[in-house]
């Protein structure tokens, strides 16, 4: 895309300390904008949040959603406040998060799971960290979502629901980033882990068997396995080494993708995307953690690196190799500032949140001009 027709993005700054962590993520952008030649941008904020719906009642105005359909990309901050519920005892932000995977088919979770310089895991680890847990964002017992079943105030039930479709199209979604990865870190080589519980669930039994048709039928040269979830939740801790890519259904994936981030510092360095065909939306892994709201203590990190998950994704739509070159700037710079130690409390240090978005954006203001 030249810079004569910039790349929309859509930014919700959310609830909590989601305004505080995209305001970092887009200094970040700002700086990238600057420094990389053909890069244009237009950031454009629109209201959401279960804030906005405690004063209006309604979290997701018509107006945003519209704008978040017409972007290129979404920025989304943390999102939800504990004490804001709907009758049902649920919390409001799946309204908005839920709501706008469903409505905009972003069935792929990206979740990264990458161990930066600096950073010391909050258990030991036996090797090297770079996987990437691939979550099925649409079905599961999410389709139960705002629905359910229940029998006066005795008995309510959620059913999880597994669909061909949806876990073709997950499926290759793992192969294809699979096949653009560098490989697992203990050999170099590229490999999808379906995580299932098909021992035991007939609904798992099936996404294993429609795994294995498109793991076999249209990606024979990249190899593949199976783990169930519960020896897999522990061995991924053990041995994150030998793991590539995970695929997994929808609530084991948002389960492990948390889990695994003990093995890079936690949630403030867990950046994610919820990605279709067309609509992609780009958010940090962490909540919206009220009790740090305005202490300046925030992490601000997992955010700016969902901003480069963005960068590099509309690089892969459009073909982009600026895009390409901003992410690729934004997540060295992230590594060269906790490389220095200019990180947080959470990861031991004593830097704020405007210090270490500073520091991201004065690395990458700093670096080289890249040739694209």
Known sequence: MSENAPYDIAVLRGDGVGPEVVDEACKALDAAVATVPGLALT????????????????????????????????LLGAMGLPDVRAEDGTEIQG????????????????????????????????GPVDLVVVRENTEG??????????????????????????????????????????????????LVTCVDKANIFRSQAFFRRVFTEVATGEY???????????????????????YDVLVTENMFGDIISDLATVLIGGLGMAPSGD??????????????????????????????????????WLADRHDDPAARAAARMVDDAVATVTAHGTVTPDLGGRASTVEVGDAVAAVIRESPVPNV
């Open 43 to 74: 950031v454009t904020e629109w209201e959401a949040g279960v804030g906005l719906y405690a004063r209006t009642g309604e979290a997701l105005p018509t107006e945003t959603y519209d704008a978040v359909r017409a972007a290129d990309a979404t």
């Open 95 to 126: 309204r908005v998060t839920i709501g706008l995977r469903t409505s905009l088919g972003l069935y792929g979770g990206i979740r990264p799971i990458k161990l930066y310089p600096g950073i010391t895991p909050r258990i030991d680890a036996l």
């Open 141 to 190: 017992l999410f389709a139960s979502f705002d629905g359910g079943a229940g029998i006066a105030d005795h008995v309510v039930g959620d059913t999880a629901l597994i669909s061909r479709a949806g876990t073709e199209r997950v499926t290759r979604r793992a192969f294809e980033l699979a096949a653009a990865r560098p490989g697992r870190p203990s050999d170099g080589t590229p």
């Open 220 to 242: 024979p040269s990249v190899p593949h396995e199976f783990a169930l979830v519960d020896a897999l939740s522990l061995s991924v801790l053990q041995r994150p080494e030998t």
């Open 275 to 312: 990605v279709g065909d067309r609509h992609a939306l780009f958010q940090p892994s962490h909540g919206s953690a009220p009790d740090l709201v305005g202490r300046g203590v925030a992490n601000p990190l997992a955010t700016v690196l969902s901003a480069a998950m963005m960068l590099d």
